[in-house]
């Protein structure tokens, strides 16, 4: 892979992020909000791009000020935008979000008619994957047509040209019409997938039967409660040719699963939480790092673990990615790798 353009490409949302001024506030009395950009694909571009690396990101936006804003964030980040077209008749994504640490993360999505999911096959080919080592998908990119088509398209096209796969899962239940569909989709992929990086919620949710095992409370699409038997879900996804899962347990670490069934606790570090938005991203950024500079898994586990403690403490998610000085500086002074 070293003869590679570009380290990696993300594909999927990306948008406008609306975080409340008023910390701590119930979301009715929100003040005033603060404009940040976000969509998991899109933050964990900048995510690489603050530790050094080569990242693309491969969404859509609309004609609108909303995209001008987001374009212009990712051109001061040193992402390449090369791969983002604009979406005439769509509408660029936006959200907004109430916090109120430390377990309550109100979440309101605006993406009917998002332009990232008009993201087509003629995008895909247009993006030039082959010139990048790593292919990062993201679940909720498969949602609708024509972006689901465009994210199997972009993983066969990876598959072809020694591009390393990595799937960020991302269920955001109320961007599906079934909750189960996600389950079914991501599924679908996964046999071409090295990587799979998600929650425990996460990986529930891929292996749903009933959308009943789903319930949202405070509106918190991002960490819905999911019941089921985690064990059976993470074998279940391990069967469909994975090489590794990874399993978040927020302050806890994050578990390495392989396919030959072993399991690697990796501790994480202590931090007072602010707000967790973003926090899983920063974590795939730290993870692409690691993995981008041969380290082994436990390695690039726990510099994920130390982008995703550093982003918990701030209020918004791309804006507060660290750099890698500061990242390397925030592990030795937590104890080292």
Known sequence: MSNKKYDVITFGRSSIDLYSQNIGYPFN?????????????????????RLGLQ??????????????FIINFLRKEKVNTDCIPVKNGARSSAVILGIEPPDRFPLVYYRDNAADSQVD???????????????????????????????????EIAQKNDVDIVLDLDFRADQ????????????AILPKVKIA???????LAATLSEASQVVIKHQQISAPEIKGDIEKSITWLLSSGIETLLVKRGSEGVSIYSKDGSREDVPGFPVEVLNVLGAGDAFAGGFLYGLLQG???????????????????????????????????FIEDKGGF
């Open 121 to 155: 096959i003629d995008d895909v080919l247009k993006a030039n994957i082959q010139d990048h080592k790593i292919l990062l998908i993201n679940g909720t990119a498969m949602n609708v047509e024509p972006s689901r088509s465009a994210t199997f398209f972009a993983a």
């Open 295 to 329: 380290w082994g898994l436990y390695k690039a586990c726990r510099m994920a673990n130390a982008s995703g403690a550093q982003v918990v403490t701030k209020n918004g998610c791309a804006n507060f990615m660290p750099t890698l000085e500061e990242s390397l500086k």
């Open 55 to 68: 990242p693309s990101l491969l969404t859509a936006v609309g004609k609108d000020k909303v995209g001008e």
């Open 29 to 49: 009395d929100i003040k005033g909000f603060d404009a940040f950009v976000g969509g998991s694909p899109l933050n964990i571009a900048v995510a690489c791009a």
């Open 176 to 187: 599906w019409h079934d909750y189960r569909a996600f389950g079914i989709t991501v599924r």
């Open 197 to 203: 990086i998600g929650t425990e919620e996460e990986i």
